[in-house]
């Protein structure tokens, strides 16, 4: 072969004469498949996620319980004593908000996974008109439940955690008054319904915003 024929060559490979061949060795439909199943399985880590944050929270909130009621000296406690109480309690509600912020980012998740899949049913729905694709789908992205679903599994998690804080952060407000003077029961009555209403107001504004 010439030096001018081998140069030509060269020139029509630098060109991209052949890039149709090699586009053609693209599969849409695996490309399309594989993105999908990563969706689906990161919406399905984001509810396993939640369940275990949540147990997780619930383990903790027992287990301080329960070393809480295993002391043996609540019958004549101290003043360092109920100050640990109240401090303890109020780390539990504190614990209770952490994992509310948590459960938000996560349902947050799991619905920009359920968005993105069904981002690629409305893509083949589109374009492939020779099947009714629009019959076969239930799920399509305008019935997609909202974040902020009320009804949902996820928010009942919410408001168990929800009311664990608030009864956590109530006692702590009874131990605390305790140790300043003389308990007042009816500051937990006060407390606990405020800091409830508190940790929901902030669970819905994070979650509007991731």
Not at 115 to 133: C, D, G, S, W
Request: aromatic share 10%; net charge positive; no cysteine.
């Amino acid at each position: 072969m010439s030096k001018q024929k081998m140069k030509e060559n060269a020139q029509e490979n630098r060109s991209g004469t052949t890039a149709p061949a090699e586009m053609d060795t693209l599969n849409m439909d695996t490309i399309l498949s594989a993105e999908y199943n990563y969706a689906a399985q990161t919406a399905f880590q984001a509810n396993e996620d939640r369940a275990r944050v949540t147990s997780f929270y619930l383990v903790t909130v027992g287990s301080f319980l329960a070393a809480i009621l295993s002391t043996q000296f609540i019958t004549s406690p101290s003043v360092l004593i109920l100050g640990s109480f109240s401090l303890l309690f109020l780390i539990i509600s504190i614990m209770g908000l952490l994992t509310l912020l948590q459960l938000a980012r996560l349902r947050a998740a799991w619905h920009e996974s359920i968005l993105a899949m069904n981002q690629i049913k409305e893509f083949y729905v589109r374009h492939t008109l020779n099947y009714p694709l629009d019959q076969a789908f239930r799920w399509r992205t305008s019935s997609v439940p909202k974040k902020e679903k009320t009804n949902s599994i996820s928010f009942l998690l919410v408001l168990e955690v929800t009311l664990l804080g608030a009864l956590s952060f109530a006692v702590g407000i009874v131990f605390l008054t305790d140790v300043l003077g003389t308990i007042q029961p009816w500051s937990g009555l006060v407390a606990g319904p405020l800091f409830l209403a508190i940790q929901l107001i902030i669970y819905f504004r994070y979650l509007q915003k991731v």
